[in-house]
């Protein structure tokens, strides 16, 4: 709710001292269909370098399918997307998936492997890491995430916000130019929710750029620098927190908060 995130931009924090130096994305003419049906249609979208940006809008309206495009999990139609510039069309899609992290609602850990071992994983395979340095990598890692000491943990023995922070963890660990989260708070315990809004705020502060698709209002009023309302596959308004919270200028976005807060 609103109350719990009131502090979290004050909220104190250990890992204040590693700044992230994140990437921008210029996302122009974004078209994608499934099969016959356009999902996104005609998205244009400037994403600044260290900046937090919020896609909000009802069930259905392509927010999902617009994170996947950004890294190609699904292929666009027509458009570009650029990463500092470069068109991720022209990027190798290991490469992409190593600058551009996502952080899914259902953690996607494996399941027989420790914590450690899912971070280092990503390391020594997509990046061919040495097994020491990835293991220090993963370590540091979840110290980040308030997790040391738990590296020996399977994702069983683990609270679902553990285990949300192992899979921010492993994004972090690739040392991304931008995390992508995509409703990563939907599936927990009401009281696991404020722990993983306050590390993506933590994160925010720290330079990272994020997009984040999120159902939590009060997150995206104090964290976001800017919102963005999609409905049916398109940017319907977008503008800072005050701006959009304060002022809707359209009835579809004041329909929406009317249906949610
Ligand atoms: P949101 O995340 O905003 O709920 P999605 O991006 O998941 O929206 O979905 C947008 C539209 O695309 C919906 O109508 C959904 O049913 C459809 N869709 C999503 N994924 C697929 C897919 N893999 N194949 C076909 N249709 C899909
Ligand atoms: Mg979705």
Redesign the pocket.
């Known amino acids: 709710g609103l109350q719990q995130v009131d502090e979290l931009k004050s909220a104190p924090r250990d890992s204040e001292t590693t700044p992230f130096n994140g990437g921008s994305l210029s996302i122009e003419g974004l078209r994608l269909s499934?099969?016959q049906?356009e999902?996104l249609r005609g998205i244009d979208l400037s994403v600044p370098k260290g900046s937090v940006t919020c896609i909000i809008?009802?069930?259905?309206?392509?927010?999902?399918?617009?994170l996947r495009s950004l890294n190609r999990l699904?292929e666009m139609n027509a458009g570009s997307v650029l990463l500092d510039g470069v068109d991720i069309a022209t990027m190798k899609p290991e490469k992409l998936r190593s600058k551009v992290g996502m952080v899914f609602q259902h953690f996607n850990l494996f399941p027989d492997h420790t914590a450690r071992d899912n971070i280092m994983l990503s390391l020594t395979k997509i990046k061919g890491m040495r097994r020491g340095k990835a293991r220090a990598i993963a370590d540091a890692r979840l110290a980040d995430v308030g997790l040391q000491g738990r590296g020996d943990h399977r994702p069983a023995n683990l609270s679902g916000g553990q285990q949300q922070r192992v899979a921010i963890a492993r994004a972090l660990a690739m040392d991304p130019e931008v995390v992508l989260f995509?409703e990563v708070t939907s599936a927990l315990d009401p009281e696991l929710v404020k722990g993983v809004l306050d590390l993506m705020a933590d994160l925010g502060r720290r330079g990272m750029t994020m997009v984040v698709?999120t159902h939590e209002m009060g997150f995206a009023r104090q964290v976001a620098d800017q919102i963005v309302f999609?409905d049916e596959?398109k940017i319907v308004e977008s503008g800072t927190p005050e701006q959009m919270f304060t002022a809707p200028r359209t009835d579809r976005l004041k329909k929406f908060f009317a249906e949610v807060l």
């Open positions: 499934y099969g049906m999902v809008g009802p069930s259905g309206s392509g927010k999902s399918t617009l699904v995509d698709v999609m596959g």
